[in-house]
């Protein structure tokens, strides 16, 4: 039996973790993940690089590891705020205990991505365990629908658009299920969207994981290499270059 591998990234990781840390301190602050914003430098001296980009931001030719100050060119009104790694360690650590609740063969690649081997978890009960987070993280009781609690949730209608569509995806057979209850629950009790990448080894569900973002589950499988993979750029390789 082929192994079942998860590539799990956070969708521009620093950016996301700051933008839930201001709405946390300020409910009414704007979400930087909706307007042109980037992570990184210092917009008064105009120095340094950008290190995650709002996807608005990246609507003006934005480029990850780019100077300040050329974006700043391309988007004069841009927003940029400084880098917080008291933040991101804050929220890396609240999504790799999520991840550990589903399978204990993790391993972390980075501050906000991680592969998770959940080929054991096949017959698992993926809609009884999340309702059971959910019910636990919101307070409710045995006789309360998370997820009618979830998408009455204005926040997470507002940072998703695929929150039916998770819920529907639980009833979906193994793995797509579990992918779906990851997302949904990261969303629900962290505030913020991953990309999952599913397939039989770590190379291949990490290039699934980047095909289109945010928020979405791909698969890669050997299979699918032909149709999925071939048309790519080599760049786009995993490890290349």
Sequence with gaps: ?????????????FLSWTAVKRLQDDPDAVDLRTIPSVVGGDVK????????KSIPAKKYGIQTAEPINSALQKC??????????????????????ILLEYSPVLQKASIDE???????????????????????????????DP?????????????????????????EGFPLNLAA???LEIKARLGFTVNVGVSVNKLLAKM???????????????????????????GDLCGYG
């Design 1 to 13: 039996m082929n192994r079942i591998i998860f590539h799990i990234d956070v969708n521009s990781a």
């Design 45 to 52: 001296t105009r120095h340094g690089i950008v290190t995650a």
């Design 76 to 97: 004069p009104k841009l927003v940029v705020v400084s880098s917080d790694f008291t933040t991101y360690r804050k929220f890396s650590h609240a999504f790799m205990d």
């Design 114 to 144: 991680a592969f998770l081997d959940v080929t054991d978890l096949s017959a698992m009960n993926v809609r009884a365990h999340l309702e059971n987070e959910l019910r636990n993280f919101y307070g409710l009781s045995l006789m309360e």
């Design 147 to 171: 997820f009618e609690y979830i998408l009455r949730d204005k926040h997470l209608s507002d940072l998703s658009n695929s929150l039916e569509d998770d819920i529907k995806n639980l009833r």
């Design 181 to 183: 209850a990851i997302r």
């Design 208 to 234: 699934a994981s980047d095909f289109t973002k945010p928020d979405r589950t791909h698969t890669l499988y050997p299979w699918e290499i032909e149709k999925k993979m071939w048309p790519l750029d080599i």
